[in-house]
C-alpha cells in the first residue's frame, strides 16, 4: 500500500481503499507519539467514519493513546461573497462537494459584519473562517475594496481571500494580487478551480 510517513506524520493517500485500511494498521502498529494526518478534503465521509473508528478504537495493534491527535471530518470554512443568487449558489454548492462548510454573503458588507469588521459590530467578535472568496464587481464596496479591509485586520490579514470576476482585465488582476489577494479566478466557477481553491485551504491549515 502506498504511504509516506514524515517524522511522527502518516499521511494515507486518498486513493487508499476502506477494505485495505485495516490491514495498514496492522502491519503498521500505532505509537503513542504518531500523529495521523487524514486529509479533511480528499477522504469521503464514509472513509472518514471507518478511519475515526479504526484510530478511536484501536484498529490497529499498538492501540490507540490520548496524546494522539487524529484530524477527521474537519470541514475547512470558507466565506463565500457574491452579489449574484446563482453565482453564489453555484460557489456554495461546488466548495460544499469539496467537503467545505460555507457561509454566504451577498455583499461585502453583510460579508464584514460576519466577520466582525462592520461598523455595528461588537468590539472582539470575530467569526473564524479559512479562506474568503469574493466576486469583484458588488455594488456598495467591490471585492477589491473588501479585499483591503481585511488585510487592514491584524486578526484576518493572514485569512487567505480569493477575488472572482467574469472579467478578464490584467490591471485589475495584478492590483488584487498585489493587495494580497491569494488568486484571481474567472467566472463562473468549474469543479477544477475549486480543487485548487482546496489545495490551498489544506497547505495554508497544515
Known amino acids: 500500500m502506498a504511504h509516506s510517513v514524515l517524522s ?6 486518498a486513493q487508499t481503499p476502506p477494505s485495505l485500511l485495516l490491514n495498514y494498521f496492522s502491519f ?35 492501540g490507540c493513546s490520548k ?25 456554495e454548492r461546488l466548495l460544499k ?16 459584519d460576519y466577520l466582525g469588521l462592520g461598523n455595528d459590530t461588537l468590539e472582539g467578535t470575530v467569526s473564524e473562517v479559512n479562506m474568503i ?3 469583484y464587481c458588488m455594488p456598495g464596496m467591490t471585492g477589491y475594496e473588501l479585499l483591503k479591509k481585511i488585510k487592514e485586520s491584524s486578526v484576518l490579514k493572514e485569512v487567505p481571500v480569493v477575488i472572482m470576476s467574469s ?9 488584487c494580487l498585489e493587495e494580497g489577494a491569494k488568486m484571481f479566478m474567472l467566472k463562473p466557477l468549474k469543479q477544477s478551480d475549486v480543487k485548487q481553491l482546496t489545495w490551498h485551504l489544506m497547505k495554508c491549515r497544515n
Open 133 to 135: 472568496i469574493t466576486d
Open 67 to 91: 496524546d494522539m491527535a487524529v484530524e477527521l471530518g474537519d470541514e475547512p470554512h470558507v466565506l463565500a461573497v457574491d452579489d449574484n443568487l446563482i453565482d453564489r449558489k453555484l460557489v
Open 8 to 13: 511522527d506524520w502518516i499521511y494515507l493517500p
Open 97 to 112: 462537494n469539496s467537503s467545505c462548510k460555507v457561509t454566504t454573503a451577498e455583499n461585502a458588507l453583510r460579508a464584514l
Open 28 to 62: 503498521f502498529p500505532l505509537k503513542s507519539n504518531q500523529i495521523f494526518l487524514i486529509s479533511f478534503l480528499t477522504f469521503s465521509p464514509s472513509k472518514q467514519s471507518l478511519l475515526y473508528k479504526m484510530l478511536s478504537c484501536g484498529g490497529g495493534s499498538g
Open 167 to 175: 472579467e478578464n482585465i490584467p490591471t485589475r488582476i495584478s492590483q
